[in-house]
């Protein structure tokens, strides 16, 4: 089990590794700040030269489109490979998008590409190939329990040529920016010939559709994450062709697990990236900060504070980089169990250790002064997203379970 940086890797990874840290990061306030001019779900003209700029000399340098792990569209990184790679970006708020390597667009350019059309293809997986748009991925419903997928209720009947979708999704991550163009979409179509798995399908809704209707942006503590935004969207008698379902009725699930595992592992990746940022801010702070006549991080526990984040983001990596090898195997149940683990812990980690350095800034770390209160938020919605903590456990604990016993757990 080789876990370490090839010789392929090593070059790109100091390429994406210096561009992150000279060119990208120097730039991520500035942009965030350009949210409050204007329109705060179009993106203003300093914004679009920004985010296009970075992009074209990340092209440019031939360093795009890292996540297509297996295929020969990309790459042909290893999982493996990939993880250091996102790690890098996550260490700055558009490392990944620069890259085109942003979620929710790299799993729904893998639904496309594996499960699309020739005419999928053409109209929308080649634009987000090339970075033009962007996605959205419609699964949760606010009146249902979503972590419990079978519990999806949106309507989607056949009508003639067409299907007819009708329901509310929430947390509709990407669909507020201005370029998203396609939504994917997990919808029931009941048939009581089929088994409980295969009662609902996804289906390509066009984000301009009629009868699509924005109903609010969600909040994520008192932020509304603009341009990006995770929308509330409400669907009303809303008609896309019949073509537009992937693989045809009942085949929503064997779609969204081939989606969601990449997805799940490609956020831990950037989680330990975010812990890495942390841990660098707090000892900087605990070195230059002085209080008592004595640097701040000789006071107290923050030795063993300090010592404790580095040994946990290393436990973290190394469990990431395991499920991310078992990922490659090609064997997507026997990696099951090795995401959820790592979907659960780096999260945690990447929470535990940017609390730790909020605490070593004091009232700036809580602040719009430093990146901390912003990646504070974004990991602890991580432990919701994709299956909160308790649904990966669950599965966690069932994999041990079926080692010593041949019943049903």
């Not at 991550?173 to 009662?199: E, F, L, W």
């Not at 490609?266 to 004595?294: N, P, T, W, Y």
Request: hydrophobic share 40%.
């Amino acid at each position: 089990m080789n876990l370490g940086i090839t010789e392929r890797l090593k070059p790109i990874l100091a390429q994406v590794a210096a561009m992150v840290r000279d060119e990208i990061e120097p730039l991520d306030e500035e942009f965030l700040a350009e949210v409050n001019v204007g329109d705060r779900w179009q993106f203003t003209p300093r914004q679009t030269e920004i985010l296009e700029s970075l992009k074209a000399k990340a092209r440019e340098r031939g360093l795009w489109n890292f996540w297509l792990t297996d295929s020969s569209s990309g790459y042909g990184l290893s999982t493996v490979e990939y993880a250091y790679l996102a790690e890098e970006m996550g260490k700055a708020h558009l490392g990944a998008e620069v890259f085109n390597c942003s979620a929710p667009d790299t799993g729904n350019m893998e639904v496309l590409e594996r499960y699309g059309t020739q005419e999928h293809k053409d109209k929308w997986l080649k634009p987000l190939l090339n970075g033009e748009i962007r996605s959205a991925y419609l699964m949760t419903e606010p009146d249902v329990a979503s972590a419990d997928a079978t519990n999806i209720s949106m309507s989607c009947v056949r009508d003639g040529g067409d299907y007819v979708l009708n329901g509310e999704k929430w947390w509709a991550s990407g669909a507020g920016d201005p370029r998203c163009a396609i939504y994917v979409v997990m919808v029931k179509t009941p048939n009581d010939k089929r088994t409980r798995h295969q009662q609902h399908s996804m289906i390509l809704v066009p984000a301009d559709t009629k009868g699509v209707e924005k109903v609010r942006a969600m909040q994520v503590y008192g932020d509304d994450d603009a341009p990006h935004g995770h929308m509330h969207l409400r669907l009303t008698n809303v008609r896309v062709p019949a073509g537009n379902i992937l693989l045809g009725e009942g085949r929503g699930f064997e779609i969204a697990q081939g989606r969601l595992g990449p997805g799940r592992i490609h956020h831990c990746m950037r989680a330990i990236g975010q812990s890495e940022k942390a841990l660098e801010l707090m000892c900087k702070r605990g070195l230059d900060r002085v209080a008592f006549g004595k640097p701040i991080a000789k006071l107290g526990g923050n030795f063993d504070i300090i010592a404790n984040c580095r040994m946990e983001i290393e436990q973290a990596r190394l469990l990431c980089l395991k499920a991310a090898w078992m990922m490659d195997q090609g064997d997507i149940r026997a990696a099951a169990p090795w995401i959820s683990q790592i979907k659960v812990v780096a999260p945690l980690v990447a929470q535990h250790v940017t609390d730790e350095a909020v605490q070593m800034f004091g009232g700036a770390g809580i602040s719009q002064e430093t990146p901390l209160a912003r990646q504070w938020t974004h990991v602890r919605t991580l432990r919701l997203a994709d299956g909160p903590d308790a649904v990966h456990r669950m599965q966690v604990a069932r994999a041990e379970l079926k080692k010593h016993t041949q019943e049903k757990i």
